[in-house]
């Protein structure tokens, strides 16, 4: 877990928080509260990307004078530190969460992240992912094919619109299409750190103009301990999948986590 907190109160703008989350390369930040005599507690709750981009972005709201306390995400969702990281996958993979608060006697110490997860996963000795180095193509059996559940939308959307789209989806990113193929993924990161952080009109800036491209890719045949470290490489969260230099699907930290809840599942459900 990482044990440094980046932690605001709560009257913080939303665009000071995208400021601070693009400044520290963090995708949350935890918000403090005060009680009546002023005096700061314990986290009320954490502000993620997800939470910029859908509560705010996406309903036209000028983040300049919004508070980050409008929009947070409260009860925090949290596991005590003596727990299995298997379970913190379980409670991730079933809230849809990308963060992880990490207790110690009813007080925060840490905060895992989806990347974090997967890195511990990728790094172990032995356990889901390890297991999956035998299976014939694992990245195409974790992979969203192109035909699928893949969401896209073109070059010259608005970064207003394309924010609408992930909050409807529950996404967190989208392919970018031009001219019939796929030139780029524009993602929430990217909405908050060059978008809100900079201050740019959600409702004329271009998608085109804050997409990433080229697009990463990874060959099908290759290991989801190679994908995750790519990914980690890279900084990003999603890979596009080849098969013979043609784009075939997309593979995300999500999947990853997503395929070693579902094998634990039994073990998660009966110590619960």
């Keep these: 877990m990482h044990r440094h907190l980046e932690v605001v109160p709560q009257e913080t703008t939303i665009v000071v928080a995208a ?16 009680d009546a005599q002023g005096r700061i507690s314990s986290s009320s709750g954490i502000v993620t990307e997800s939470d910029l981009v859908r509560k705010a972005l996406a309903k036209g709201t000028d983040p300049a004078p919004s508070l980050v306390g409008q929009i947070m995400t409260s009860p925090l969702l949290t596991i005590t530190a003596d727990r299995p990281m ?10 849809q969460a990308r963060y992880l608060c990490v207790s110690d006697k009813d007080e925060i110490v840490g905060i895992i992240s989806m990347r974090d997860l997967a890195r511990y996963f990728v790094d172990s000795e032995g356990g889901p992912i390890r297991d999956l180095d035998g299976v014939y193509r694992p990245l195409g059996v974790l992979m969203r094919s192109l035909i699928e559940n893949i969401e896209t939308i073109a070059s010259d959307g608005t970064v207003l619109e394309a924010a609408q789209k992930m909050a409807e989806k529950q996404i967190g990113s989208l392919l970018v299409t031009e001219a019939g193929e796929m030139v780029g993924i ?26 990433n491209y080229p697009l990463i890719q990874i060959d099908i045949n290759c290991t989801v301990r190679e994908a995750s470290r790519l990914m980690a490489k890279e900084g990003i969260r999603h890979l596009t999948v080849t098969e013979e230099n043609k784009m075939v699907g997309l593979v995300s930290l999500r999947d990853l986590i997503k395929m070693v809840s579902v094998r634990d599942k039994p073990r998660f459900l009966r110590n619960t």
């Excluded at 298997?86 to 809230?95: K, T």
């Design 19 to 34: 400021e601070r989350m693009r400044e520290k390369r963090i995708g949350s930040v935890l918000l403090e509260s005060t």
């Design 186 to 211: 524009v993602t929430e990161t990217d909405l908050v750190r060059k978008v809100i952080a900079s201050h740019l009109p959600a409702s004329s800036t271009s998608v085109r103009s804050v997409m």
């Design 86 to 95: 298997l379970d913190a996958s379980h409670l991730m993979e079933m809230n």
